[in-house]
T-cell receptor, first 116, second 114 residues
Framework: DAGVIQSPRHEVTEMGQEVTLRCKPI?????LFWYRQTMMRGLELLIY????????DSGMPEDRFSAKMPNASFSTLKIQPSEPRDSAVYFCASSQRETSGSDTQYFGPGTRLLVL | AQSVTQLGSHVSVSEGALVLLRCNYSSSVPPYLFWYVQYPNQGLQLLLK??????LVKGINGFEAEFKKSETSFHLTKPSAHMSDAAEYFCAVRPRRGYSTLTFGKGTMLLVSP
């Protein structure tokens, strides 16, 4: 399996521009997670989907952030308008949710975003 | 709410020395516990997880962790450090009751010197 695929790997943009990050989860997985990692705040969960439905978006910073999962093999995280404080590494992860809760999350390589 | 504490943001060892990275959780009911590793400019990779079978869990790359309920701990160890072990290590928890997302610790950077 190719693992979780994220694109782009690096993104440099100017403040005010729209940014779209993309994720392809591992085939067969039914849960998808978006995380943000910064030096100051560590690893933060932004939103998580189960069977393409958003379950918990309490970590989304503000209305400038939105996420969609139109089908089981694709998700986007959009920032509009972007601000310098959004600069971070954004990770997508997927898992096959188990009723026991012991499932493993598999992470993509991340998108390194720099907003100037 | 579940929380996890990793003692020490940085740990330095010499090559060949014992590696010990500490993780403590706060929960009255033992949660599921995970250790992840992040190499520079990469995503997180699962090292091992505790789901309630054996209390000593063996993972990849020679790492293991022991679940100790009395100490609410799940420390990660490796008998002999390699230069390639230099990375950031994250402990994470998930409660057993209901379904919830992972809660990650702040991470510990392992530095290995020759």
């Amino acid at each position: 399996d190719a693992g979780v695929i994220q694109s782009p790997r690096h993104e440099v943009t100017e403040m005010g521009q729209e940014v779209t990050l993309r994720c392809k989860p591992i085939s067969g997985h039914n849960s998808l997670f978006w995380y943000r990692q910064t030096m100051m705040r560590g690893l933060e969960l932004l939103i998580y989907f189960n069977n393409n439905v958003p379950i918990d978006d309490s970590g989304m910073p503000e209305d400038r952030f939105s996420a969609k999962m139109p089908n089981a093999s694709f998700s986007t995280l959009k920032i509009q308008p972007s601000e310098p404080r959004d600069s971070a590494v954004y990770f997508c992860a997927s898992s096959q949710r188990e009723t026991s809760g012991s499932d493993t999350q598999y992470f993509g390589p991340g998108t390194r975003l720099l907003v100037l | 709410a579940q929380s996890v504490t990793q003692l020490g943001s940085h740990v330095s060892v010499s090559e060949g020395a014992l590696v010990l990275l500490r993780c403590n959780y706060s929960s009255s009911v033992p949660p599921y516990l995970f250790w992840y590793v992040q190499y520079p400019n990469q995503g997180l990779q699962l090292l091992l997880k505790y789901t309630s079978a054996a209390t000593l869990v063996k993972g990849i790359n020679g790492f293991e962790a022991e679940f100790k309920k009395s100490e609410t701990s799940f420390h990660l160890t490796k008998p002999s450090a390699h230069m390639s072990d230099a990375a950031e290590y994250f402990c994470a928890v998930r409660p057993r009751r209901g379904y919830s997302t992972l809660t990650f610790g702040k991470g510990t950077m392992l530095l290995v010197s020759p």
